[in-house]
């Protein structure tokens, strides 16, 4: 013959006082959910049903938003981006000015200037001629 057991489980009731330190142990970050339900042996649910009910965070005028992680390593990634850009940048204007200043001293020294050469023909346009 089996017999049926049940445990028959204690319901505590706790003192509104005793919620309302248990979260603010919690706001303070003096412990954790998990630390305080090992600390006083209530169950982890219990102790955010109180924080959500008892928490000055949680008044209806404030809104606490967490930055995902992703949104941070996307801002990261992006000012790396511009970074190298803003080196590339820098790089292409020293070497604008490299030519330039190449340009310069090829002019003074061939005593001809070199950007302004009006001996080159004009372009016809293109190559093909049109058939009409």
């Known amino acids: 013959m089996k017999v049926n057991v049940q445990r028959i489980q204690k319901s505590r009731v706790y003192s509104e006082?005793?919620?309302r330190?248990?979260?603010s142990l919690f706001e303070k970050g003096t412990y954790s959910v998990l630390?305080?339900?090992r600390l006083y042996k209530i169950p982890n649910?219990?102790?955010y049903r109180w924080i959500y009910k008892f928490s000055i965070f949680n008044e209806p005028r404030q809104r606490i938003v967490e930055m995902k992680a992703s949104n941070t390593n996307?801002?990261?990634e992006l000012e790396a981006k511009v970074k190298e850009l803003e080196r590339m940048v820098g790089q292409k204007q020293i070497q604008v000015d490299f030519y330039s200043k190449l340009i310069e001293i090829a002019s003074?020294?061939?005593d001809y200037d070199i950007l302004k050469n009006s001996d080159t023909p004009q372009s016809t346009g293109s190559a093909k001629k049109k058939n009409k």
Do not use: C, P
Request: hydrophobic share 45%; charged share 40%; net charge negative.
């Open 45 to 47: 649910s219990a102790i």
């Open 17 to 19: 006082e005793f919620k």
């Open 74 to 76: 996307k801002v990261k």
């Open 21 to 23: 330190e248990i979260v």
């Open 35 to 37: 630390q305080i339900s």
């Open 108 to 110: 003074e020294e061939l």
